[in-house]
């Protein structure tokens, strides 16, 4: 029996300013309500630059408390309005000093359900993540929402396959990957790794990429955000390079049993075998 919803994420530039790109965001959100979407993802850092093309501790004035902050409430309110789930990647501040790269997720009815901090972070030229972010401590949550059982992965996770299976594991349907990737440096992975996880963890996976070159760097961020089903097949045409774009797609969520009764990669795991792969 067909399971489907209407699922969207959405890629843009840096406006230049917090405010600004935070009403941006929110008339994304308008918008794909008035197209029927159900569940929307923003960007990494979604209301800034992605200022760790730079180590500058001005930025961290980003980060906010997670779920009682003003952008949380804010966009809770939104969600509540629109009866759309949000996910929101954000600068997390548990306390000062304390930092993480977050993913609050809110429910349709503008309940706040949980968050994932992004476990893997680079320290490479253009992408100076430890200055401002502490690996996550969260596990690896799926969240029960109005549309199905959502998880999130940020980024730089998407090049460690364990963090998809645990997902999987935890019964995600859809995953969300909220990125600032570059031009040159990772566009022959973009399509290639997470439609090898959705097909490896057979699920949906929602990836965004924002655009543009900002300020801070020359970091060439190049959209091309997708969503991909559990047959590694993309849902529709993959956005464009260089524009802000809000891709909304339909997803049959039943085609997870379909796929999963056909291979039962979950019933011959061999997990008893997997010891090396914890050693450090």
């Not at 359900?113 to 799926?142: A, C, D, M």
């Not at 990957?177 to 031009?183: E, G, L, V, Y």
């Not at 061999?270 to 050693?279: D, E, I, K, M």
Request: with cysteine; glycine share 10%.
């Amino acid at each position: 029996m067909s399971r489907v919803i209407r699922a969207a994420v959405f890629q843009t530039a840096w406006t230049g300013d917090k405010e600004s790109m935070i009403q941006v965001h929110e008339q994304a959100a308008r918008d794909a309500a008035a197209q029927g979407a159900q569940v929307l993802c923003f960007q990494e850092l979604f209301y800034g630059p992605y200022f760790c093309q730079v180590q500058d501790k001005a930025f961290y004035a980003y980060a906010e408390q997670i779920p009682e902050g003003p952008i949380v409430r804010r966009f809770q309110a939104l969600a509540k309005e629109l009866g759309l789930v949000l996910v929101l990647p954000m600068y997390e501040e548990e306390q000062p000093g304390v930092l993480y790269n977050t993913a609050a997720v809110i429910d349709a009815d503008g309940s706040y359900l949980g968050k994932y901090r992004k476990t893997h972070i680079p320290q490479v030229p253009g992408f100076w993540e430890k200055f401002y972010f502490r690996p996550g401590n969260s596990g690896w949550p799926v969240f029960d929402t109005a549309v199905g059982r959502i998880g999130v992965y940020i980024c730089y996770d998407r090049h460690f396959p364990e963090g998809w299976r645990a997902l999987g594991l935890a019964g995600a349907e859809i995953v969300f990957n909220p990125s600032a990737t570059s031009r040159g440096l990772s566009g022959y992975l973009w399509q290639l790794e997470q439609p090898a996880a959705a097909a490896a963890n057979e699920y949906f996976i929602g990836a965004i990429n924002r655009v543009g070159v900002e300020e801070h760097g020359d970091n060439d961020f190049y959209g091309t955000s997708y969503f991909v089903d559990p047959e590694a097949q993309f849902v529709g045409e993959v956005a464009g390079d260089k524009e802000t774009e809000l891709v909304v797609r339909d997803l049959d969520l039943a085609k997870l049993r379909e796929v999963r009764d056909r291979w039962q990669f979950y019933r011959d795991r061999a997990p008893g075998t997997y010891g090396p792969l914890t050693a450090p």
